[in-house]
């Protein structure tokens, strides 16, 4: 059963911008997060979100260019990510747990255990 749909991935130049978006349904869970695997490399956390206190994690990397959010009346988990680099590109996956998670614990992937189906993120230099 689908619980998790992302969308929103696309090519932009470097310097863009794209926001994706994952689509919750019906279901709520206690902490959200988008990962990224890029080809040949391992899955990593970019960004995470306590939906009940709104406290949020980010990988170094992206820290100050992206901007993990929630629309509680949509049930929907966005990911804003501005002055894109070709180092950004990767397919980006929407995840989800049902369990409190330490700051520490947060980004990594064998907390989530319900996943989107992942979109693409293109970035040409």
């Known amino acids: 059963q689908v619980q998790l749909v992302d969308s929103g991935g696309g090519s932009v130049q470097a310097g863009g911008s794209l926001r994706l978006s994952c689509a919750a349904g019906?279901?709520?869970?206690?902490?959200m997060a988008w990962f990224r695997q890029a080809p040949g490399k391992e899955r990593e956390g970019v960004a995470a979100l306590d939906t009940s206190d709104g406290r949020t994690y980010y990988c170094d990397s992206v820290k100050g260019r992206f901007t993990i959010s929630q629309d509680n009346a949509k049930n929907t988990l966005y990911l804003q990510m501005n002055s894109l680099k070709p180092e950004d590109t990767a397919m980006y996956y929407c995840?989800?747990?049902?369990?409190?998670?330490?700051?520490?614990?947060?980004?990594?992937?064998?907390?989530?255990?319900?996943w989107g189906q992942g979109t693409q993120v293109t970035v040409s230099s």
């Open positions: 019906r279901y709520t869970y206690r902490t």
């Open positions: 995840a989800a747990t049902r369990a409190l998670l330490w700051a520490g614990s947060s980004l990594k992937e064998s907390n989530y255990y319900y």
